[in-house]
Structure formats: C-alpha cells, structure tokens
C-alpha cells in the first residue's frame, strides 16, 4: 500500500506561483512513477505531469514552460511548482502514485486562481 498526502494548495493571483507537495509513505521503494492530475469543475481529470523513478518527466501541453514537477527521494516526496498561473489552473490538483501496477490516489488540494 501507499498513502500519498498532498499541500501546498490555496487561492492565488494569476501570474503568481504555487508549489504543491505530495509525501508518500508505505511501500514507497516499489513507486516507478508519481503524477499530478487535475479536475476542474463539470471536467475529466486530466493528467499535469508526471514523473519515473528515473527522473524522465512528462508534462500537459497546457503545463508546458509554466509547471515543473521534480522528487526528492529521500523524502519521499513529490512536488509540482506551478509558475505563470492563469484562471483556467483553478481545479482540484490530486497526487497519483503506481507501485506494483497499481493506482494509488491522494486526497487532492483546490488550487484557485483568481483576482
């Protein structure tokens, strides 16, 4: 099993910067690949970024030149700096972890983007 908490979420300006964390705990030595997903309301969740037990990354053309996921392994953590935020960022930001070809979700942080 992994558990995955997530934070750093909260209401921001557009054009500002937000980092989100997402610490996992459990059989972490057995994640190969950590993402961010988001769900805006009336929408699919949808993928951000993500991440392999490598360092290869992946990114959402609409993440592209704006977020950066990277991971500490040490602390087991994942992190997801979002910079150049626009309003249509605004959504529920969830941590998604694969471990034994399994999907293990966090609980989600609301991330708003508004003036």
């Known amino acids: 099993q992994v558990q995955l908490v997530e934070s750093g979420g909260g209401l921001v300006q557009p054009g500002k910067s937000l980092r989100l964390s997402c610490a996992a705990s459990?059989?972490?030595?057995?994640?190969?690949?950590m993402g961010w997903y988001r769900q805006a309301p009336g929408k699919q969740r949808e993928l951000v970024a993500a991440?392999?037990?490598?360092?290869?990354?992946n990114y959402a053309g609409s993440a592209k030149g704006r977020f950066t996921i990277s991971r500490d392994n040490a602390k087991n953590t994942v992190y997801l700096q979002m910079n150049s935020l626009k309003p249509e960022d605004t959504a529920v930001y969830y941590c998604?972890?694969?471990?034994?070809?399994?999907?293990?979700w966090g609980q989600g942080t609301q991330v708003t983007v508004s003036s």
């Open positions: 459990g059989i972490t030595f057995k994640i190969n690949r």
């Open positions: 998604k972890a694969v471990a034994e070809r399994k999907d293990y």
């Open positions: 991440i392999t037990s490598g360092g290869s990354t």
